[in-house]
């Protein structure tokens, strides 16, 4: 959506996160530019989810006028683009904060009731909020867009979440979408056990971001023996139909939100081993991060001259240029997509740790084991059908042969790319 243009900052990647109006004019481009991208990407069976930011209009203080020429006045609360006025901005006496920002994470009232770092909050309890913010969600859903992202939901009141869905009508056959099939949604709710809203209070809205995954996961990359205890319902994790996971996002990757013993591309050893990990594992919806490369973290992506973001450069053997760092085209990454998707559905058994390497199978569909210093040599249970199955990570260079006991001999020896990762049906 429009939203706020910060020169003096250099436009920051976070700009985007103050919304002026629902019209689809971003830094990115154009209503057309993007409605043309989503009909291109699903008709080849790409699906497009929007980060939909709908808890906030811009910060106090930002005035000017955004990308398709709404203007914006965040001390007047007035964004004619929607239109939004003072009245549908949530009251002052229903925020219990001093200063009329979120800065107590103990109490839900000041949490969604007052300003997140001084964005303008909108009312969500009124109809006229709901159905403003429901026409934009339709909008995306006639395009073509497959499900959103609910940016700070932690800062909503569930039930308001839930009204604004309720009006929001299933995707369209057009698109390629069986008939009934219903928005894809997922909360951002930062929940480290650190305040008073917990994921919980969202099952009813969609799925919730596990940050606790995030930390859990770091330990045990770097301390294999704690990956048994990844989940941990005991410390409050979702449950597992509704854990969205990911080993790191665009504000943790970054000190933003929920950072703090994360791993990232900047470690890409580590990184490609916990993604690994991850997709090997049953538990939650797994998404895979993909970046650009930063040293300032306010910087936003790799940009032209006139700093409108610059087109991704796809080198020779497929990885990324331009300042591009396309995780999501590492060779262990696009694999393990591949190992996530051919055993979905099965669980985790046979698993198997000594410290120093890790091993499980998902059913009797596929087979994963781990490494952390680069070598392993020892005959497990695979959970498979006996037969000759290859390694995908390495392209099916090595093979691993399946006994009638269901063992196998599994040798790693590589120190970048210490995984390997069978399945029934995989090939190079
Ligand atoms: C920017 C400036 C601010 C300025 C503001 C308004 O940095 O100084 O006051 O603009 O003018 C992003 C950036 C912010 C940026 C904002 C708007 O991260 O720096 O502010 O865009 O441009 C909490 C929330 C969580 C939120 C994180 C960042 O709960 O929802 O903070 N995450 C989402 C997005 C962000 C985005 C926003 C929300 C806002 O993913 O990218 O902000 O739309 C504990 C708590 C967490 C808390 C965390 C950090 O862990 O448990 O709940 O997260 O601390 O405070
Ligand atoms: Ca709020």
Known sequence: MEHVILPNDNYPWW?????????????????????????????????????????HMT????VGVSYGGSSYNGD????????YTAEHFTPKNLCPSSDGNVNN???????????LVGLTDLYGALDYVRNAVAGYLNN???????????????????????????????LPTSHGFPAGSKLFVYNEVIDRNDGAVTVDEYYDTGMVTEFRYC????????????????????????????????VDNHDNQRGHGGAGDVITHKTPREYKQAVAYMTAHPYGFAQVMSSYYFTNTDEGPPH??????????????????????????????????????????????????????????RGNKGFFAMAKGGSMDQTLSTGLPAGTYCNIIDSCATNINVGSDGKARIQINNYEEPIVAICVGCTA
């Open 15 to 55: 700009q985007r996160y103050q919304p002026v109006s629902y019209q689809l004019y971003s830094r990115s481009g154009t209503p057309e530019q993007f409605a043309d991208m989503v009909r291109r990407c699903n008709a080849v069976g790409v699906r497009t989810y929007v980060d939909a930011v709908i808890n």
């Open 59 to 62: 910060g106090l203080g930002r």
């Open 76 to 83: 007047a609360h007035d964004f004619p683009g929607v239109p």
């Open 105 to 115: 994470y103990a109490v839900e009232e000041n949490v969604r009731n007052c300003y």
């Open 140 to 170: 995306l859903v006639d395009l073509g867009v497959a499900g959103i992202r609910i940016d700070a939901a932690k800062h909503m009141w569930p039930a308001d979440i839930a009204n604004m869905l309720s009006r929001v009508k299933d």
């Open 215 to 246: 930390m859990k996961l770091a330990w045990g990359i770097a301390d294999y023996g704690q990956l048994g205890g990844l989940v941990d319902y005991g410390w409050g994790m979702a449950r597992d139909d509704r854990a969205f996971v990911f």
């Open 304 to 361: 032209n001259a006139d700093w409108s973001t610059a087109d991704v450069v796809i080198n020779a053997d497929g990885s990324c240029g331009g300042g591009w760092v396309c995780e999501h085209r590492w060779n262990v990454i696009a694999k393990m997509v591949r190992f996530r998707n051919a055993v979905a559905g099965t669980a985790m058994e046979n698993y198997w740790n000594n410290g120093g390497a890790v091993a499980f199978s």
